[in-house]
Protein backbone atom coordinates (compact mmCIF):
# COMPACT_ATOMS: atom_id res chain seq x y z
CA UNK A 1 0.00 0.00 0.00
CA UNK A 2 1.40 3.44 -0.61
CA UNK A 3 2.87 5.43 2.15
CA UNK A 4 1.12 9.42 1.95
CA UNK A 5 3.77 11.68 1.14
CA UNK A 6 3.66 13.88 4.01
CA UNK A 7 5.35 15.61 6.64
CA UNK A 8 3.52 13.21 9.22
CA UNK A 9 4.34 9.75 7.02
CA UNK A 10 7.85 11.42 6.85
CA UNK A 11 8.48 12.03 11.23
CA UNK A 12 6.29 8.58 11.30
CA UNK A 13 8.35 6.31 8.73
CA UNK A 14 11.81 8.08 10.12
CA UNK A 15 11.23 7.03 13.04
CA UNK A 16 10.54 3.35 12.92
CA UNK A 17 14.25 3.26 10.94
CA UNK A 18 15.89 5.10 13.65
CA UNK A 19 14.41 2.62 16.45
CA UNK A 20 15.56 -0.48 13.78
CA UNK A 21 18.76 1.31 13.65
CA UNK A 22 19.22 2.20 17.46
CA UNK A 23 18.07 -1.72 18.43
CA UNK A 24 20.79 -2.94 15.51
CA UNK A 25 23.19 -0.30 16.46
CA UNK A 26 24.37 0.46 13.01
CA UNK A 27 22.62 2.63 9.83
CA UNK A 28 20.54 0.08 7.18
CA UNK A 29 18.86 1.17 3.89
CA UNK A 30 15.87 1.69 2.68
CA UNK A 31 14.77 1.16 -0.78
CA UNK A 32 12.56 3.77 -3.33
CA UNK A 33 9.65 1.44 -4.39
CA UNK A 34 7.11 1.57 -6.81
CA UNK A 35 3.80 2.67 -6.34
CA UNK A 36 0.38 3.36 -8.19
CA UNK A 37 -1.11 5.64 -5.99
CA UNK A 38 -0.05 8.57 -4.12
CA UNK A 39 -3.12 9.31 -1.71
CA UNK A 40 -2.88 12.72 -0.13
CA UNK A 41 0.07 14.09 -1.77
CA UNK A 42 1.76 16.31 0.10
CA UNK A 43 4.95 16.76 -1.18
CA UNK A 44 7.11 15.35 -4.54
CA UNK A 45 8.33 11.60 -4.05
CA UNK A 46 11.72 12.87 -4.34
CA UNK A 47 11.11 15.38 -1.65
CA UNK A 48 9.74 12.44 0.38
CA UNK A 49 12.67 10.30 0.36
CA UNK A 50 15.11 13.03 0.96
CA UNK A 51 13.32 13.84 4.01
CA UNK A 52 12.74 10.51 5.23
CA UNK A 53 16.87 9.96 4.97
CA UNK A 54 18.07 12.74 6.29
CA UNK A 55 15.44 12.73 9.51
CA UNK A 56 16.22 8.54 9.85
CA UNK A 57 19.72 9.11 8.75
CA UNK A 58 19.62 6.11 7.08
CA UNK A 59 21.23 4.69 3.51
CA UNK A 60 19.54 4.02 0.51
CA UNK A 61 19.04 0.78 -1.24
CA UNK A 62 18.62 2.60 -4.87
CA UNK A 63 16.16 0.48 -7.10
CA UNK A 64 16.68 1.61 -10.87
CA UNK A 65 13.89 -0.08 -12.63
CA UNK A 66 11.46 1.85 -9.52
CA UNK A 67 12.48 4.87 -10.78
CA UNK A 68 12.24 4.00 -14.37
CA UNK A 69 8.93 2.75 -13.84
CA UNK A 70 7.20 5.25 -11.45
CA UNK A 71 8.22 8.32 -13.61
CA UNK A 72 6.21 6.77 -16.54
CA UNK A 73 3.44 6.20 -14.11
CA UNK A 74 3.65 9.34 -12.05
CA UNK A 75 4.87 11.75 -15.57
CA UNK A 76 8.34 12.74 -14.10
CA UNK A 77 11.74 12.82 -15.16
CA UNK A 78 13.71 9.94 -14.70
CA UNK A 79 17.47 11.39 -15.19
CA UNK A 80 16.55 14.65 -12.98
CA UNK A 81 15.14 12.17 -10.40
CA UNK A 82 18.01 10.58 -10.13
CA UNK A 83 20.55 13.07 -9.68
CA UNK A 84 18.38 14.55 -7.12
CA UNK A 85 19.04 12.03 -4.67
CA UNK A 86 21.75 12.46 -2.18
CA UNK A 87 25.34 10.79 -3.32
CA UNK A 88 26.96 9.63 -0.34
CA UNK A 89 23.78 7.56 1.28
CA UNK A 90 23.26 5.44 -2.18
CA UNK A 91 24.90 2.06 -0.93
CA UNK A 92 23.44 -0.71 -3.18
CA UNK A 93 21.79 -0.70 -6.69
CA UNK A 94 18.72 -3.03 -7.84
CA UNK A 95 17.56 -3.58 -11.09
CA UNK A 96 14.57 -5.39 -12.76
CA UNK A 97 12.15 -6.17 -15.51
CA UNK A 98 8.72 -4.75 -15.63
CA UNK A 99 5.30 -5.54 -17.26
CA UNK A 100 4.36 -2.88 -19.93
CA UNK A 101 0.43 -3.00 -19.36
CA UNK A 102 0.53 0.52 -22.03
CA UNK A 103 2.78 3.20 -22.86
CA UNK A 104 2.04 4.76 -19.98
CA UNK A 105 1.70 2.47 -17.42
CA UNK A 106 4.34 -0.02 -15.92
CA UNK A 107 4.15 -2.46 -13.61
CA UNK A 108 6.96 -3.49 -11.57
CA UNK A 109 7.14 -7.56 -11.97
CA UNK A 110 10.38 -8.89 -11.83
CA UNK A 111 9.22 -11.01 -14.34
CA UNK A 112 10.65 -10.04 -17.31
CA UNK A 113 14.36 -9.65 -18.55
CA UNK A 114 15.35 -6.03 -17.51
CA UNK A 115 14.74 -3.14 -20.51
CA UNK A 116 17.11 -1.26 -22.77
CA UNK A 117 16.08 2.00 -21.18
CA UNK A 118 16.26 0.76 -17.75
CA UNK A 119 19.92 -0.42 -18.50
CA UNK A 120 20.32 2.92 -19.97
CA UNK A 121 19.03 4.29 -16.20
CA UNK A 122 21.80 2.11 -14.34
CA UNK A 123 24.42 3.35 -16.98
CA UNK A 124 23.71 6.66 -15.85
CA UNK A 125 23.23 5.48 -11.95
CA UNK A 126 26.51 4.13 -11.88
CA UNK A 127 27.89 7.53 -13.65
CA UNK A 128 26.54 9.45 -11.08
CA UNK A 129 27.25 7.63 -7.77
CA UNK A 130 30.03 5.08 -9.10
CA UNK A 131 30.10 1.37 -9.39
CA UNK A 132 27.89 0.15 -6.56
CA UNK A 133 26.72 -3.38 -5.76
CA UNK A 134 24.06 -4.44 -7.81
CA UNK A 135 21.51 -6.99 -7.46
CA UNK A 136 19.37 -8.24 -10.46
CA UNK A 137 15.64 -9.02 -9.50
CA UNK A 138 13.91 -12.08 -10.95
CA UNK A 139 10.89 -13.68 -9.47
CA UNK A 140 9.45 -15.41 -11.65
CA UNK A 141 9.02 -16.75 -15.56
CA UNK A 142 12.98 -17.45 -14.94
CA UNK A 143 14.47 -17.78 -18.23
CA UNK A 144 17.20 -20.70 -18.33
CA UNK A 145 20.79 -19.67 -16.74
CA UNK A 146 22.59 -18.55 -19.45
CA UNK A 147 20.05 -15.63 -20.05
CA UNK A 148 20.34 -14.39 -16.99
CA UNK A 149 23.86 -14.63 -17.01
CA UNK A 150 23.81 -12.34 -19.95
CA UNK A 151 22.30 -9.74 -18.25
CA UNK A 152 24.44 -10.14 -15.33
CA UNK A 153 27.44 -9.74 -18.02
CA UNK A 154 25.27 -6.14 -18.83
CA UNK A 155 25.68 -4.79 -15.35
CA UNK A 156 29.32 -6.24 -15.02
CA UNK A 157 30.74 -4.76 -17.91
CA UNK A 158 28.66 -1.10 -17.17
CA UNK A 159 30.52 -1.41 -13.47
CA UNK A 160 33.90 -1.86 -14.94
CA UNK A 161 33.11 1.33 -17.60
CA UNK A 162 32.54 2.96 -14.53
CA UNK A 163 35.34 1.29 -12.07
CA UNK A 164 37.10 4.70 -12.10
CA UNK A 165 34.35 7.23 -11.07
CA UNK A 166 34.99 8.39 -7.59
CA UNK A 167 31.82 8.48 -5.74
CA UNK A 168 30.56 11.97 -5.16
CA UNK A 169 30.29 13.07 -1.70
CA UNK A 170 26.77 13.63 1.01
CA UNK A 171 25.17 16.55 -0.96
FE1 LIG B 1 14.00 -3.73 -5.62
Request: aromatic residues 10%.
Amino acid sequence: MPLPFTDEAVHYVAGRIRQVQDFLEQRIAMENISYYAAPGQHMQEIAFIRAVLEEADCDLLLDVNNIYVNSINHRYDAEEFLVALPAGRVRYFHIAGHYVEAEDIRIDTHGAAVCDPVFELLDNAYSHFGPVPTLLERDFNIPPLEELLTEVDRIVKLQSTHSNTERLKIV
